[in-house]
């Protein structure tokens, strides 16, 4: 065989070899569009096209996508581009100038880790609000419901009592280095070690199998998928209702977050990736497992008989498909006729605690009927009992075993 052909052969291999999981990744993922404004440069014949900031930390909410540049911007991308945020000029301080340390957001509203570790809500309307409580953090997150998290200057994990206006630590003692929130329960990623841990309201369990560390996480609002960062080659993985699963086509980032179904993701050249797969396997997300109360527990009142049934149209009411569930089986409480406030809450307790007891809880989210998931890993006689807007009163009960 001639010897330059042979070369040539080989050559062709090695361009394969090289180009064919750059292509697979590249069609795993597709831009979200530049951070740049549209402004009339000093000098006409330069490129009016001002590029901002790369983004230095990503967020979603139930409204969209949103970025935080180094030049103490905020941007959101509902999924037709990234638009600046126009809000007043944020008041800062010699330490906040470096720039903003974390982003999150609820419904439109964002909130911002300042360089001072301030934490800010922003939104159009209100500008820039300092939050009550003097805390100061390194990372934050909001869950679905609203509630707002964060890992203070000493790594502790906290959450906001907007009733009392003062952040709590959260039982169990953990220390981190992020976190993320869907229905009240916390993820972190713990110190030490970076292992993927969920609050259970008393301890933290660990969240599926890992072999790696990690060292981002964030959950999806819209569908309570749980994505995060390895910590020591950067991968991209989803917690599915399978186990853990790297996301298809590969790919590396250094912060994630999830949004309507998809992963957005902020790549080491800084740009703001979103993911296009059509694998079923990420359709459907894993069961977190216990949801901890992280408000102060109801006041004890005079106990009543399980609700198993409607007493009157118009009584609010819990209803399940079955009296009897597996341990860590996955099941749906219905309410109805609720206040509808964004905290109302069904907590799950054993039935012969007192109403003034602490147990697991969910936000419904608001709306006089719908539906919440639970699942719960020990066995016993349980009752589901529901209160309205953080309320201490039980307005419905049912009686529930797992086994």
Not at 144 to 169: H, L, P
Not at 332 to 337: H, R, T
């Amino acid at each position: 065989m001639n010897k330059t052909y042979l070369n040539y052969c080989r050559l062709v291999m090695a361009v394969l070899l090289f180009i064919s999981p750059a292509s697979t990744v590249l069609a795993q993922w597709e831009p979200t569009g530049k951070l740049e404004r549209k402004e009339k440069a000093i000098d006409p014949r330069a490129d009016p096209d001002i590029i901002v900031a790369k983004p230095t930390r990503v967020a979603a909410d139930n409204t969209g996508t949103v970025a935080i540049t180094f030049q103490k911007e905020i941007w959101k991308n509902p999924g037709t581009g990234w638009l600046r945020v126009e809000v007043p000029r944020f008041p800062f301080s010699a330490v906040d100038e470096f720039e903003f340390q974390d982003v999150a957001a609820y419904q439109g509203v964002t909130y911002l880790i300042a360089g001072s570790g301030k934490i800010y809500q922003v939104d159009e309307k209100n500008g820039w609000v300092e939050m009550s409580g003097d805390e100061r953090a390194r990372r934050i997150a909001t869950d679905n419901n609203g509630q707002v998290w964060i890992i203070d200057r000493n790594y502790a994990v906290k959450y906001f009592d907007s009733g009392n206006g003062v952040w709590t630590v959260y039982p169990g003692n953990a220390k981190a280095n992020d976190i993320a929130a869907f229905n009240g329960t916390p993820v972190i990623v713990a110190q030490p070690g970076g292992n993927l841990l969920y609050g259970t309201g008393g301890r933290w369990e660990q969240l599926g199998n890992l072999e790696w560390n990690c060292s981002q996480v964030s959950i999806d609002p819209t569908n309570g998928m749980v994505w995060m960062i390895t910590g020591t080659k950067s991968k991209i993985w989803a917690y599915t209702a399978t186990g853990w699963m790297e996301y298809p086509g590969g790919g590396t980032a250094i912060d994630v977050c999830g949004y309507n179904g998809s992963p957005y993701i902020l790549t080491p050249t800084m740009q703001v990736m979103k993911g296009k797969s059509t694998d079923p396997a990420f359709l459907s997300a894993g069961a977190i497992g216990n949801n901890a109360v992280v408000t102060p527990a109801p006041a004890a009142v005079v106990a009543a008989p399980a609700a198993v049934a409607v007493a009157s149209p118009t009584d609010p009411y819990l209803r399940t498909a079955k009296s009897t569930y597996k341990a860590n089986e996955y099941f749906e409480v219905e309410f109805g006729n609720f206040e509808g406030s964004l905290f109302d809450s069904i907590t799950l307790i054993e039935k012969d605690k007192p109403d003034d007891e602490m147990g697991t809880f969910k936000y419904t989210g608001g709306g006089a009927n719908g539906k919440v998931a639970f699942s719960y890993a020990w066995t016993g006689t349980y009752e589901l009992r529901g209160f309205f807007n953080k309320g201490k009163e039980v307005k419905a009960r049912l009686t529930i075993k797992i086994d």
